[in-house]
């Protein structure tokens, strides 16, 4: 079965830093492009960051460019985000999500975890 | 990098069909065969029901369906279920400097 499985969200205060990861299980993790998508409470998705499979190419959101840092591990099927200078807008569910097809990237995510709560207090 | 733009509900009595859409710019959903589409049920992680425009995963039923004009796609639901009461997002590929973009959001309610 295609699981993907987050850990690291937890509450932090205002400008501290967590790290995000996803265990990817049941594929062929470095053959694709990863992304982390979040969701304010009550709100709709926004993309976060994405990473090509062999972790060459990163894209970012210009609401966290300069601040989290998205990296993957394929050694150990991982996918990681390092989130820095932390606001309080930064407070959403953060999902991981997997591309359905062996591409650079196509902004579609046919699999996600089931998500890791960050809460940024001010 | 501006929200593509859905209507914020819509609604159908059971078997009717409802068709759902997603504006977008000539820099995202105009530019690319690159929008998908999620479904939201409460609490849940999003599920993917269209991709590339108009392909289905394995597993997702035909009555849904995918189509684009323009700058804006649509998601058509058929055959109207209760279970299709749900929040829907579309998505769609920007660039390499923009990757992705997702709509506001469309709360579909069934009568």
């Known amino acids: ?122 | 990098q501006s929200a593509l733009t859905q209507s914020a509900s819509v609604s159908g009595s059971p078997g009717q069909s409802i068709t759902i859409s997603c504006t977008g710019t000539s820099s995202d959903v105009g530019s690319y065969n690159l929008v998908s589409w999620y479904q939201q049920h409460p609490g849940k992680a999003p599920k993917l029901m269209i991709y590339e425009g108009s392909k289905r995963p394995s597993g997702v039923s035909n009555r849904f369906s995918g189509s684009k004009s323009g700058n804006t796609a649509s998601l058509t639901i058929s055959g109207l279920q209760a279970e299709d009461e749900a929040d829907y997002f579309c998505c769609s590929y920007a660039g390499s400097s923009t990757f992705a973009v997702f709509g506001t959001g469309t709360k579909v309610t069934v009568l």
């Open chain 1, 1 to 122: 079965e295609v699981q993907l499985l987050e850990s690291g969200g937890g509450l932090v205060q205002r400008g501290g830093s967590l790290r995000l990861s996803c265990a990817g299980s049941g594929f062929t993790f470095s053959s694709y492009a990863m992304s982390w998508v979040r969701q304010a409470p009550g709100t709709g998705l926004e993309w976060v960051s994405a990473i090509s499979g062999s972790g060459g190419r990163a894209y970012y959101a210009d609401s966290v460019k300069g601040r989290f840092t998205i990296s993957r591990d394929n050694s150990r099927n991982t996918l990681y985000l390092q989130m820095n200078s932390l606001r309080a807008e930064d407070t959403a569910v953060y999902y991981c999500a997997k591309e359905p097809t062996v591409t650079t990237g196509s902004g579609a995510f046919d699999i996600w975890g089931q998500g890791t709560m960050v809460t940024v207090s001010s």
